[in-house]
């Protein structure tokens, strides 16, 4: 059985920094894509970046140039490192995994769920 727990999240001011963990285990395919979404109450659930086992990454407009997501695949971990945060960029984050390549950054693409971790930004 696939399980995702995410860790990291936190409160921090605006311009401050936190890093996102996803570490997954139960996996047993040789191709999986990984992704950050998050969602705010009310509203829908939005890719925010995701990485597959080549390498290959894909991010949101709204966090290019302040979110990196990377991978340790020894440790079956990914990372999610957000920079430059905004308020707006509050929401509970959700580490999801799916098999396949270049999987694009749509909740329903995703079969595999952590629980979530809440990111708070003040201003």
């Known amino acids: 059985q696939v399980q995702l727990m995410e860790s990291g999240g936190g409160s921090v001011q605006a311009g401050g920094s936190l890093r996102l963990s996803c570490s997954a285990s139960g996996y047993t395919y040789s191709n999986v894509c990984m992704a950050w979404f998050r969602q705010a109450p009310g509203k829908e659930r939005e890719g925010v970046a995701g990485?597959?086992?080549?390498?290959?990454?894909r991010y949101a407009d709204s966090v290019k140039g302040r979110f990196t997501i990377s991978q340790d695949n020894a440790k079956n971990t990914q990372y999610l490192q957000m920079n430059s945060l905004k308020p707006e960029d509050s929401d509970m984050y959700y580490c999801?995994?799916?098999?396949?390549?270049?999987?694009?950054?749509?909740?329903?693409?995703?079969?595999?769920w952590g629980q979530g971790t809440q990111v708070t930004v003040s201003s």
């Open positions: 990485i597959d086992s080549n390498g290959y990454t």
């Open positions: 999801a995994a799916t098999p396949g390549n270049r999987c694009p950054l749509i909740a329903t693409v995703f079969s595999e």
